[in-house]
């Protein structure tokens, strides 16, 4: 019995070396591809695309942004920020503040095998304030506002997402990232 329990053994122990080999796996990550109403409509010039303070493409408040990616495309506008006395309501103190990133969605024709259309959350920016400093969504919802919905294929929808102020700022930075790193930026002034 000890014997063809070691001889289990062993081969467990083979098996588990040969998964783990150095041969390297490709794996492909689905490009995607962004671009403002401009740059949709034929408008701008890839020569003359403006850049934005942390050197990425450079998006206006009330701007479309398109994205297009391998389930379809989508239109993202960031109408601006405003600050709620969320913070205050949910803990009792004045430590922090919460913001609400506003924005307007249209999806084009995006829709996947996971999802029905697109749904805006707080993965899809990085937001940062005058210092440089990163905020970390707020992860609680008042009556305010409500949570983002899936935005089905032909249709429009908008909505806020809270996030957390430490300190006080002159403007923000909202980053669009994705899963191939961060295309653009807009710069909205408090």
Known sequence: MKKILSLLLVCAMCLTVAGCSNEKKETK?????????????????????????????????????????????YLITITGIEKTDWWERKY??????????????????????????????????????SKKGVLSPFLWYFDDVSKAETVKPGEKASGSIPYVLERDSEYFDVIFTRVTGDVAEVRVDM
């Open 29 to 73: 990550i689905p490009e995607t591809e962004t671009r403002t109403d401009a740059e949709a409509s034929g408008a701008v010039d890839e020569e003359s695309e403006e850049m934005g303070p942390n050197g990425l493409k450079l998006v206006a408040v009330g701007e479309s942004f398109q994205v297009d990616a391998k389930y379809g495309s």
């Open 92 to 129: 009792n103190n004045q430590k922090k503040s919460v913001i609400l990133l506003n924005y307007e969605v249209e999806n084009i024709n995006f829709s996947s095998i996971l999802s029905e259309g697109v749904k805006v959350e707080s993965d899809l920016f990085k937001i940062l304030d």
